[in-house]
C-alpha cells in the first residue's frame, strides 16, 4: 500500500506480506542486499515451494507459499528505502510471478492427476484476474497521484532510472510484454473507459484485491496445508467467473 497517498489507501487483502516485508526490507536497508537480490530469494523460495509439493511436504510448501508473498513485497518496500526505483526490478518481479504460478499450478495438476488443459484453464484464470487486479490499482495510483513506476499502457519500452541500462530495460520489457500482453490486452478491451474514472472507491478495491497475488497464493497455500490439494485447479476456474461481476460493477456503478 506503500505505492499510494494516504487518501487513497484502502484494506488490500492481498497485501498481508507487507508489514512483515517491510520490517525485512528495513533490516536490509542499511546492507548491500539490493531489490534484485530479494526478488530472486523469493524466486528461489518459490521454486522450493514447488519441490516440496511434488514431494507430499504440503505443509512445508504453505510456509514457502507464504513466505514468497512476504519477500515479494519486501523487495518493492526495499527500493523505496533506497531510494532506487527500477523497471528492470518491477519487470523481474512480474516474470518471475507468473512463472512461479505456472510451475505451482503444474506441479498441483501433476500430483493431483489432473488434465494439462484444465491447469492450462486455471493459470490462465489466475493471471486474468491479477490482471484486472493490477490494471485498476495502476489506474488508481495514476488518479491518486500515488507512484507511478507501473503504467496503465506498456506499449514501449519506459526509459532507464539512472541506476539501469537502457538496454536491459529493452530486454526485460520485451519478455515482459510477451508474457502479459495477451492478458492486458483482454483485460482493456472488457473495460477502455475505466482509466477515465474517478478515483475509484475503497470498498471496490479491497473486494478487488481478492484477486491480488497475495490472495490467490493464500488461497493455495491452505487448501495444501488442509491437504485439499485436489480442489485447487477447479476452485480458480470457477473464481475466474467473478471477473465479469467486478468489471460489471465498475461500469454500471463507478464513472
Not at 489507501?9 to 517491510?22: C, E, H, N, Q, V
Not at 505456472?102 to 484444465?118: E, K, P, R, S, V
Not at 485447487?232 to 465479469?244: A, D, E, N, Q, R
Request: proline share 4%.
Amino acid at each position: 500500500m506503500s505505492k499510494l497517498p494516504a487518501s487513497a489507501k484502502f484494506i488490500d487483502i492481498s497485501d498481508y506480506g507487507r508489514i512483515p516485508g517491510r520490517w525485512i526490507a528495513r533490516s536490509l536497508a542499511i546492507t548491500s542486499a539490493t531489490p534484485i537480490h530479494v526478488t530472486t530469494a523469493f524466486i528461489i523460495t518459490g521454486l522450493l515451494a514447488v519441490f516440496c509439493i511434488l514431494n507430499n511436504f504440503y505443509y512445508a510448501a504453505a510456509a514457502l507459499i507464504v513466505l514468497k508473498s512476504i519477500l515479494d513485497a519486501a523487495d518493492g518496500e526495499l527500493s523505496r528505502l533506497k531510494k532506487t526505483p527500477s523497471h528492470t526490478g518491477r519487470y523481474y518481479d512480474s516474470i518471475a510471478d507468473l512463472l512461479l504460478n505456472f510451475l505451482l499450478l503444474g506441479a498441483i495438476a501433476f500430483i493431483t492427476d489432473t488434465a494439462f488443459g484444465l491447469m492450462l484453464l486455471a493459470f490462465f484464470g489466475i493471471q486474468l484476474q491479477g490482471t484486472l487486479y493490477n490494471f485498476y490499482y495502476v489506474i488508481l495510483r495514476n488518479n491518486s497521484n500515488g507512484d507511478t513506476t507501473s503504467r496503465v499502457f506498456e506499449h514501449e519500452p519506459p526509459t532507464a532510472f539512472p541506476i539501469e541500462k537502457q538496454s536491459t530495460v529493452n530486454k526485460m520489457f520485451a519478455i515482459y510484454s510477451a508474457l502479459y500482453g495477451p492478458f492486458d490486452k483482454i483485460i482493456y478491451g472488457l473495460d477502455r473507459r475505466a482509466k477515465d474514472c474517478k478515483p475509484f472507491p475503497k470498498w471496490f478495491m479491497t473486494f478487488l484485491s481478492m484477486y491480488g497475488l497475495g490472495f490467490q497464493l493464500l488461497i493455495i497455500a491452505v487448501l495444501l496445508a488442509i491437504q485439499q490439494h485436489h480442489y485447487i485447479i477447479p476452485f480458480f476456474i470457477g473464481y475466474s467467473l467473478l471477473i465479469v461481476v467486478m468489471i460489471l460493477i465498475r461500469k454500471l456503478f463507478l464513472k
